[in-house]
């Protein structure tokens, strides 16, 4: 860490003396605003993650390619899609920037919409500057008490001979997350059906490995992933689908088993995405010569799609916009089994080839958001070739 570029207010503190005695009192001074939030003057003093990078560059590494770091619409041209398109209905999207671009909603009077820290989205500086959470509904940085002045938070006592640093019990809590994550991730967790934390599946740890180039080998480190539904590896390993099929009276019956290995309904999280699956009979050439949908699987064969399904010119509205009740939910349960089965009246068939596909959006969304086909392609989750017994 350069001297000239100190990565925090504290730090500085300890560099020259008189310099903490102007931040101590500019912290009091804010502290007496609002004792949940204590930050510095301007955003430019806070540290990018580039800073942080320097010294804990495999987890830089590993944040940067996240859609935490692509949550602004400066990154991501599908959250960019949908500000543009509620600006043009005048819609307030600071709303949206308390999670999206916390730290522009932590300095709405700053002029310059393109700083650094408002790019990056969800950064280090934002999870780690979290000292506790606040009660009542608050969502994105309102959840959360923030002290840019005290030592940076973490899961574990470290070596301070970097930066001072603090165990921080929050960090084997869902509340990290929840704050932001308010979609339903957590309710398994608040309900006690299960044990296990965000991070266990979204950071999941690796033994044997520095934290910081200038740090001790630790006996456990958590990768920074975040993956989700645009990550094809983790999509790969969220649900696992199983058949048989066979011959009878001139007819061919599939049966198949979908198993869902989350521990959340899938799909989770924004409330427009879908999950579906495609079913293509082919015959001893493998020609395809039946198939459970054509053009859409959820008005040819809505049992094989699930998802929330809302009045198609309401949904684009349904994220923190408008409080618009699904009519129908159909996604998959936490850890539950799901069986589906097909009669196909043909006895050519020589085998089923079956699909499991994830769409971040539906095309109707996409059509009124002005948005490129290309930006929420279906995703494949996992296949298999079906043998007829
Ligand atoms: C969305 C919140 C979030 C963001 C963003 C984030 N972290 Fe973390 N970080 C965590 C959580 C939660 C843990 C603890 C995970 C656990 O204990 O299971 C953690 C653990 C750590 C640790 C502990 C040791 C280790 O190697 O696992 C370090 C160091 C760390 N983060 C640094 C960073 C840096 C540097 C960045 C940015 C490049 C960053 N974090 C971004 C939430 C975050
Ligand atoms: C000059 C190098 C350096 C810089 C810059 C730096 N760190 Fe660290 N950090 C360290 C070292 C060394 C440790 C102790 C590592 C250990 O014990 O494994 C550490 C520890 C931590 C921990 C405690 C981990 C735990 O398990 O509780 C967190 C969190 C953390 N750093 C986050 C950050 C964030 C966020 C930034 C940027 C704002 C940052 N660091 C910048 C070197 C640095
Ligand atoms: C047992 C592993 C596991 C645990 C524990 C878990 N998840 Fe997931 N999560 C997954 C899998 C697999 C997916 C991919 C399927 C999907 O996107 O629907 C996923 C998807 C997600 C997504 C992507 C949603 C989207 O819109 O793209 C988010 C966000 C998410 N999880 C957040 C959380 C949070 C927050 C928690 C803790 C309250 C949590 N998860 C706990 C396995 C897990
Ligand atoms: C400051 C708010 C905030 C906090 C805190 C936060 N997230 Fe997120 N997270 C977001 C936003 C916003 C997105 C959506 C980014 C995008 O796609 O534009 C996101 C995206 C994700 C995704 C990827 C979803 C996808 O579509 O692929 C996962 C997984 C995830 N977060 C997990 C976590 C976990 C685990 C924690 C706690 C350790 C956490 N988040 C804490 C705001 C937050
Ligand atoms: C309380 C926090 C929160 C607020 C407020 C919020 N979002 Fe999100 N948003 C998230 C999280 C977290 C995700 C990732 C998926 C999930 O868990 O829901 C997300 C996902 C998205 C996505 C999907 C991005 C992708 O890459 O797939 C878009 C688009 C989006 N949000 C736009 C908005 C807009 C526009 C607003 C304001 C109307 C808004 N969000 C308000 C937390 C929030």
């Known amino acids: 860490m350069s001297k000239e570029k100190p990565m925090r207010k504290l730090t500085i503190a300890f560099l020259f003396p008189l310099m903490f005695f102007a931040f101590a009192l500019s912290s009091l001074s804010a502290q007496a605003e609002k004792s949940d939030l204590v930050k510095p003057e301007k955003s430019l003093d806070l540290d990018t993650p580039v800073d942080c990078g320097e010294c804990h560059k495999r987890i830089y590494e590993e944040w940067v390619g996240t859609m935490h770091a692509h949550s602004t619409p400066a990154k991501n ?11 043009k209905e005048n819609y307030d999207t600071s709303k949206c920037d308390k999670c999206h671009v916390p730290f522009r909603a932590l300095y709405p009077e700053e002029k310059d919409k393109n700083a650094k820290l408002f790019m990056d989205g969800v950064s280090c500086l934002f999870c780690h500057s979290v000292h506790g959470k606040n009660s009542g509904d608050n969502q994105g940085i309102d959840y959360y008490k923030l002290d840019f002045f005290k030592p940076i938070t973490g899961p574990t006592k470290t070596d301070k001979s970097a930066h001072d640093s603090k165990f921080l019990g929050l960090y084997k809590h869902v509340d990290i997350c929840s704050g932001c994550h308010q979609s339903g991730e957590a309710e398994y967790y608040a ?5 296990s934390l965000c991070q266990q599946c979204h950071m999941p740890s690796m033994r044997k490995v520095k934290s910081a180039k200038n740090g001790p080998v630790r006996e456990k480190v958590y990768q920074h992933l975040f993956e989700g539904g645009h990550s094809p590896i983790l999509l790969s390993m969220a649900a696992i689908i199983e058949g048989k099929a066979q011959k009878k009276d001139g007819k061919t019956i599939l049966h ?11 799909p989770i999280g924004f409330p427009l995405r879908a999950i579906y699956v495609k079913v293509t009979a082919l015959d001893e050439n493998d020609n395809p010569i039946w198939s459970n949908y054509k053009e859409h699987p959820k008005n040819e064969d809505p049992k094989s799609y699930f998802a929330l399904s809302y009045p198609e010119e309401e949904a684009v509205y349904v994220h ?18 799901k069986k589906l089965s097909y009669d196909v009246s043909s006895d050519k068939i020589a085998a089923f080839q079956v699909k499991l596909f994830y769409r971040l959006l539906p095309e109707s969304v996409q059509k009124k958001l002005n948005m490129d086909e290309a930006v929420a392609q279906e995703t494949l989750m996992s296949e298999e070739t079906i043998t007829i017994d």
């Open 191 to 195: 309900e006690g059906k299960s044990k």
């Open 256 to 266: 198949l088993k979908l198993e869902n290995l989350s521990l959340h309904r899938i």
């Open 320 to 337: 923190f916009v408008k409080n618009i009740k699904p009519i129908k939910d159909t996604r998959l349960e936490a850890a539950s089994i």
């Open 77 to 87: 041209p599908m959250v960019k899609a949908y500000y543009d398109f509620l600006l």
